[in-house]
């Protein structure tokens, strides 16, 4: 596995206090199981001694949270791919603010169980909002804050929506069940993924998210070992726009 180009890159979180922090976020379709994946990935690195942050989009705040109620149980009222993208911005703004930013100070870990891609590849890709007026947007949400290294979750959008389809129906999002996000809506999120990670290939990790979760978890650690512990010192998993 070659990380070189990845480790070229790297930023520090917090130079003056001498604190290291890692950024790493999971990303996928519907269905690929990354909240799964990423409670798995932290409960890994804490048994490897790491100390970690396990959040996730939209909530990880109060704000966040309520947030989240609105944008993914809420009512199936008319809303704009603009209105959902704004929202997701607000939530993530708070999250920076609050959890990841004092956890990458401290010299942790953060997993999050998806971040700003998730917006540019659902609202954009999916939802047709311009994507440059969204990067702008989440340069602002975030202050720059940008994973250094995104997992993603792989698999055809019909076979996600058919693993939601089989749990609990409560568990659906108005993503899953509505009409207005059909299997075309969620193929080109896909393909807006694979976009993603094609021209950033530095900071994206693709990873077969179709196979057994035990298979999937373990081809999760060795990248993140990888990139934990490269051969060579260097800095954190986290980018800053500039």
């Known amino acids: ?12 979180v917090d130079a003056t206090a001498g604190k290291i922090g890692y950024f790493i976020t999971l990303e996928g379709p519907d269905g690929a199981g990354k ?3 990423a409670a798995r ?14 959040t996730r989009e939209p909530g990880g705040t109060p704000l966040g949270e309520r947030i989240r109620e609105i944008l993914l149980q809420g009512d199936d009222a008319a809303r704009s791919p603009e209105a959902d993208a704004l929202l997701f911005m607000a939530a ?5 603010r609050d959890v990841i930013r004092p956890a990458l100070g401290r010299g ?13 590849a659902y609202q954009g890709y999916g939802g047709g909002v311009d994507v440059d007026t969204l990067r702008v947007l989440e340069r602002v949400a975030t202050g720059g804050l ?13 076979e996600g929506l058919t693993r939601r389809a089989r749990g609990e129906p409560g568990e659906l999002t108005r993503f899953e069940r509505s009409d207005a996000h059909d299997i075309a809506f969620h193929e080109r999120v896909r393909s ?5 990670a094609r021209l950033d290939p530095d900071r994206w990790r693709v990873v077969d998210g179709s196979r057994d979760r035990d298979a999937v978890a373990d081809e999760i650690g060795r990248v993140v070992q990888a990139t934990l512990t490269p051969s060579e010192p260097i800095g954190p998993l986290v980018r800053m726009n500039r």
């Open 1 to 12: 596995m070659v990380l070189d180009g990845l480790a070229a890159r790297l930023w520090r």
């Open 35 to 37: 909240s799964l994946q």
């Open 41 to 54: 990935l932290a409960d890994t690195l804490r048994q490897a001694g790491r100390r970690v942050t396990l």
């Open 92 to 96: 993530r703004s708070q999250l920076v």
């Open 108 to 120: 942790e870990v953060v997993v999050c169980d998806r971040f700003g891609d998730s917006t540019i």
């Open 146 to 158: 940008r994973p250094g290294l995104v997992i993603l979750l792989d698999l055809p959008a019909s």
């Open 192 to 196: 807006g993924y694979l976009e993603l």
